[in-house]
């Protein structure tokens, strides 16, 4: 599956089901191991062929086995997350949605979904996971919109930037952004721990 943020709101990328089961239903990207393929490898070609994304942040979620969970009998689901940021672009035949606004999803995708989503949040708080969302440079108002669309509330700006500042993580890069009405503002940039 894959996030990005979106005018400021988190988005997942779902396909229509064209048969069953599930026809007419929307669904995580997936598709069988090929033999001798290794796992994360299967997650980025499934994302390249169903949706055009290369070069993304991956990571694996979770194993989904439930007997029940696909009619056509018992199968394994070993998930992963991709992070697209606002540079990437996709032209595959999937689509967009808000995560707090899916439409009707087939087989245990919601359970999934929700659990992925769950953890997405739970990781902003303790990794730098975040910055995948973030082009390069960003400003501290893109950065915050990002928490925000992220978390799925509102953060106070001031107390977000004392926050965020005070790690030494977000680094100023003496440029500034350009365009727009107001005064352009200071862009910054992810220092990672190195």
């Known amino acids: 599956m894959a996030f990005r943020v979106h005018q400021d709101t988190l988005e997942l990328l779902l396909i229509e089901r064209k048969k069953p089961p599930f026809a007419e239903h929307w669904t995580l990207p997936g598709a069988f ?4 393929e290794p796992l994360e490898a299967t997650a980025s070609r ?24 696909d009619p056509r009998g018992h199968v394994l689901s070993v998930t992963y ?6 540079a990437t672009v996709d032209d595959g035949t999937a689509h967009w949605f808000a995560v707090d606004v899916l439409p009707r ?19 902003l708080t303790y990794t730098d996971i975040g910055f ?5 440079t960003f400003t501290l108002t893109e950065l915050q919109k990002t928490w925000q669309a992220i978390l799925g509330t509102a953060l106070d700006k001031r107390n ?3 926050s965020i500042l005070s790690q030494a993580r977000v680094v100023a890069t003496g440029k500034r952004s350009s365009g727009g009405a107001h005064p352009p503002a200071m862009l910054y940039r992810w220092q990672p721990k190195g």
């Open 81 to 86: 997350f991709a992070i697209v940021n606002a």
């Open 132 to 136: 995948a969302f973030l082009p390069d």
């Open 160 to 162: 977000f930037r004392k």
């Open 105 to 123: 999803t087939g087989f245990d995708h919601d359970d999934i979904i929700a659990t992925a989503v769950q953890r997405l949040r739970g990781k």
């Open 46 to 69: 499934i994302l390249s062929e169903k949706a055009h994304l290369e070069g993304i942040y991956l990571e694996q979620l979770a194993t989904f086995g439930a007997p029940d969970r």
């Open 33 to 36: 191991v090929h033999e001798e």
